[in-house]
């Protein structure tokens, strides 16, 4: 565990402690910090981590072989009577800890820990602060090796892309018939070439599919890719190591030689909103103002909304990116949630609005990383980024 990060962040954040708390995978985010992820454990485990001294642990008698070499005391129990009995005695001289909930489920992410377990710890007469900022500070940012990862990701990932859209190109061309599903199957077979890995199969829509944000083609659900056709790619893929770190990004094509004008001015409304959250964002970064997620949405919705298409932008601007693909750092939305959270150094997240009309759905996505102080420190990663529809014929 980051023990002296976790320390200096609860000093930062006036907390006495840290609770830690899991029962069946249920808190992913306490066996992150934990160091536990993967690891079988049937029954309830804390750990309390203070902001000074060494954690202490309460785990299952019959589970002490997942705890041998943790950092701290480890205390042991049986039966439920025991437990709280021992649970007591852990919270001894604590008066606030940090849990993985959030206030009237503002931020359904961090709700990890169940109801009737924090009314029995507040029952000790603690009280209990939502984890949000801390397990932000702890989990979302990404150390020196990741940050130069992603970006190695990013690159791989935008040749994928490349690939792809040329592969329908010369496909077309030549009049073969090709299926979204076979796009989808390049795309993957471009990861294994490039040692990477995913989470799920790319989206590869054409036409009225576009306007559906998690549509993904199947062997037995795809449609055909043609001639005239209006195409969006969302792929997203990570190194081969349980610590890299995903690259995200969505671009769109036409396939032909010339793109519609109906195509162009959705296109470019979409574009300038999310110009229009970098700018918003390297301002407020280089003038050291917070940054909260939700006014970076409030910033790319009030664009759309201006321009006539608020009621076609149904989800929110960006998501956290981190070991998994929606990570646990501040999301950019003010629409699904209202995310409070700051925007901090080290965190690396996506921009990506759309507009999603009955026949078609525009999407761009790029992904930022903030490397630190100053304009500069706002760095795009999943460049160069897409400027146009790309027409491919």
Not at 10 to 31: C, H, K, S, T, V
Not at 125 to 152: D, F, K, M, N, Y
Not at 219 to 245: C, E, P, S
Not at 326 to 335: E, I, M, W, Y
Request: a negative charge.
């Amino acid at each position: 565990m980051k023990i002296t990060e976790i320390q200096n962040a609860l000093a930062a954040l006036e907390l006495d402690a840290w609770l830690l708390y899991d029962f069946r995978g249920i808190n992913p985010i306490a066996q992150n910090v934990a160091g536990l992820a993967g690891a079988h454990i049937t029954r309830r485990w804390f750990c309390l981590i203070p902001k000074q001294g060494e954690p202490r642990w309460l785990v299952h008698r019959i589970e002490t072989s997942n705890f041998t070499r943790v950092q701290g005391q480890v205390a042991l129990y049986a039966g439920w009577e025991e437990l709280n009995d021992a649970i007591r005695t852990l919270l001894t001289g604590v008066k606030t800890v940090a849990m993985e909930y959030s206030p009237n489920a503002e931020i359904p992410y961090i709700s990890r820990v169940d109801a009737g377990t924090l009314e029995w710890i507040r029952s000790f007469g603690i009280e209990v602060q939502t984890s949000a900022e801390l397990a932000q500070r702890v989990e979302a940012r990404l150390s020196e090796a990741q940050a130069a990862g992603h970006q190695t990701s990013a690159r791989l990932v935008l040749q994928a892309k490349d690939y792809a859209f040329a592969w329908i190109g010369s496909q077309l061309r030549d009049g073969k018939s090709i299926t979204e599903y076979d796009v989808q199957q390049e795309i993957l077979g471009q990861f294994d070439a490039m040692d990477l890995v995913t989470d799920h199969p790319p989206i590869v829509a054409v036409n009225a599919k576009s306007s559906d944000p998690h549509y993904a083609p199947s062997a037995t659900d795809t449609q055909k890719i043609q001639v005239g056709d209006f195409i969006l790619i969302d792929l997203w893929a990570k190194q081969k190591d349980r610590d890299a770190v995903f690259a995200d990004t969505t671009w769109v094509a036409y396939a032909e030689e010339t793109v519609p004008t109906r195509y162009v001015e959705i296109f470019d409304i979409v574009r300038e909103a999310r110009d229009s959250a970098i700018r918003f964002i390297q301002e407020r970064w280089e003038a050291d103002v917070p940054i909260h997620g939700y006014e970076v949405d409030d910033c790319v919705r009030g664009y759309i909304t201006e321009k006539g298409y608020g009621q076609y932008f149904i989800h929110r601007t960006g998501h956290n990116i981190g070991t998994v693909i929606h990570g646990n750092g501040v999301n950019l939305d003010n629409l699904e949630t209202r995310d409070a959270r700051a925007l901090i150094s080290g965190i690396c997240f996506s921009i990506e609005p759309g507009i999603y009309l009955t026949d078609f759905g525009v999407r761009t996505e790029v992904d930022v990383f903030l490397a630190g102080p100053g304009r500069d420190g706002v760095k795009v990663t999943t460049a160069p980024v897409q400027n146009r529809v790309l027409p491919l014929l």
